[in-house]
């Protein structure tokens, strides 16, 4: 009878209720909600033999299996390598973005960068290790050092300062882009159009340029020390390890 199955079905479909409450067996909870009634077969009146059944249920159930073994054994999940992909991804999109200046906004640079912060979360599990704090604080630098090279593209598209000055800021634009492997270059062409247009920017007797160039000193302040703490980060040549030297300093 129908009061019957309801009785015999209550206790596991209470256990699958339950289990999709908590974050942590959510997906397996999902599967398990939808594959069961599947396989009891509530609407049993319909059946002809239980040779269909046992096609059915089974082929299912071995299905399913084959499934998670094929993905442990044949194609398991390496979080090291996705870890490498995600940091390629950021280091080419941080590259394209300096390159041009239309690549992306700043909506669209927030959003793709924490898309990618909420990929290492995911992959951290409850109890992310140093390196995964390392990766976090990697990728954050590299999201800063992009809104900071799309101010940089900002105060050139004004047109405010004068050729020589738009030269260093597209130069420390073009180094970033361009760089490839463990350099410092970039650090350092930007130290230099710091240290260049800081003097120009006391001097400067115009208010609205004196503004853009204040604009852009403070962004390559802030720009140059990223880059120097996170060049081991933007080296996609090798694998992210983490030193002695980044734990000290909290990477």
Same mark, same amino acid.
């Given at each position: ?35 069961l ?18 096609n ?51 909506t669209?640079?927030m ?23 390392a ?9 800063t ?14 047109n ?5 000055? @738009?030269? &260093? =800021?597209?130069?420390? %634009?073009?180094?970033?882009?361009? /760089?490839?492997?463990?350099? *410092?270059?970039? $650090? ?6 710091? @240290?260049? &247009? =800081?003097?120009?920017? %006391?001097?400067?007797?115009?208010? /609205?340029?004196?503004?853009? *160039?204040?604009? $852009? ?6 720009m140059?020390?990223? =880059?120097?703490?996170?060049a ?20």
């Amino acid at each position: 009878s129908v009061e019957t199955l309801l009785a015999s079905l209550f206790l596991p479909m209470l256990v699958g209720g339950l289990a999709l409450r908590a974050p942590n067996a959510t997906g397996t909870a999902a599967a398990y909600n939808n594959f069961l009634p599947f396989m009891v077969g509530p609407a049993n009146h319909t059946r002809l033999d239980e040779l269909t059944w046992l096609n059915t249920t089974p082929a299912v159930v071995f299905g399913i299996a084959l499934g998670v073994w094929a993905f442990r054994l044949v194609l398991p999940f390496n979080a090291a390598a996705e870890r490498w992909r995600i940091r390629t991804k950021l280091v080419k999109d941080l590259r394209r973005l300096c390159a041009c200046g239309t690549a992306f906004n700043t909506t669209s640079w927030m959003a793709r960068s924490g898309n990618r912060l909420a990929q290492i979360i995911r992959h951290a599990g409850q109890h992310p290790d140093a390196t995964t704090e390392a990766y976090l604080a990697g990728a954050m630098g590299l999201m800063t050092v992009g809104l900071l090279a799309l101010r940089l593209h900002y105060v050139l598209a004004g047109n405010s300062i004068r050729p020589d000055q @738009q030269a &260093l =800021l597209r130069t420390v %634009l073009n180094t970033i882009a361009h /760089s490839r492997g463990y350099t *410092l270059q970039p $650090a350092h062409v930007a130290t230099h159009a710091l @240290q260049t &247009l =800081l003097p120009m920017a %006391l001097q400067e007797k115009n208010l /609205s340029v004196h503004l853009e *160039l204040t604009r $852009a000193i403070s962004s390559l302040e802030v720009m140059r020390k990223e =880059l120097e703490s996170n060049a081991t980060f933007l080296d996609t040549t090798r694998r992210f390890r983490i030193t002695h030297k980044a734990n000290t300093l909290g990477l």
